[in-house]
């Protein structure tokens, strides 16, 4: 199920931006929406897309919107390409499409950090907050790519070193505010297992006293 935290979904927007029609990322790949790379035509054509006139676009339409940006030049803004545009996708369109990716991703990440692949903890077991930032690193690399490119984050994961996570987190060609919201998700979860461990001598005293008020009847 994908993630309902509020907060998680802000911020993944605000990182990755919401742009309602089709533009080329700092790599050249066609994306539209929050950072939904189309991979090929059929994928953008798959889409529910509207013209300027708030009709439901053709098929026709959908392959000539794609192959027009597609051969323009890279490094421009989104908005740039927003003059070239004919066909829009709608923001309830965009939410369903996320929470898709989220839901793949989600399943993806349970296949990689499981028990026979080494992990302590299979992903769902996770701390919330670990989840959340694995999440928004395969959003932004592909579960693929966080699954085969980052050893030492994944043997911090292995043994729930959450310091040493947030240390090995950081990704190139993004902004340092979103490297540093991930280190923070991995670094509270840190402090969600201190507090852990605080609790429990206190549980280890109630255990022995209920054991004590046995003895005595």
């Known amino acids: 199920m994908a993630p309902k935290n509020f907060n998680f979904i802000a911020n993944l927007k605000q990182f990755e931006g919401q742009i309602n029609h089709l533009y080329l990322d700092s790599r050249g790949n066609p994306t539209i929406g929050i950072g939904f790379m189309m991979a090929n035509i059929q994928q953008f054509c798959a889409l529910t897309l ?10 026709a339409q959908k392959k000539a919107e794609y192959n027009r940006i597609s051969t323009l030049p890279t ?11 004919q066909l829009h996708l709608p923001d309830p369109q965009c939410e369903g499409i996320l929470q898709k990716h989220l839901t793949l991703f ?20 996770l701390p919330q907050p670990v989840k959340y930032a694995l999440l928004d690193m395969a959003f932004n690399l592909g579960s693929h790519h966080l699954g085969q490119y980052w050893p030492k984050l994944h043997n911090a994961i292995k043994q729930q ?39 429990l001598p206190l549980l280890q005293w109630l255990l022995n006293k209920l054991r004590t008020k046995k003895c005595f009847r």
């Open 50 to 59: 509207y013209t300027q006139q708030h009709e439901l676009a053709t098929k």
């Open 161 to 199: 070193d959450w310091h040493y996570a947030a240390q090995e987190c950081h990704r190139k060609h993004i902004q340092k505010a979103r490297n540093d919201a991930t280190a923070q998700l991995f670094l509270a979860a840190k402090g969600q297992q201190k507090n852990s461990l605080m609790r």
């Open 106 to 125: 989600e399943q993806e990440l349970s296949a990689i950090f499981s028990k026979k692949n080494g992990y302590k903890r299979p992903f769902k077991a």
């Open 75 to 85: 490094g421009y803004k989104a908005a740039w390409y927003g003059t070239h545009c």
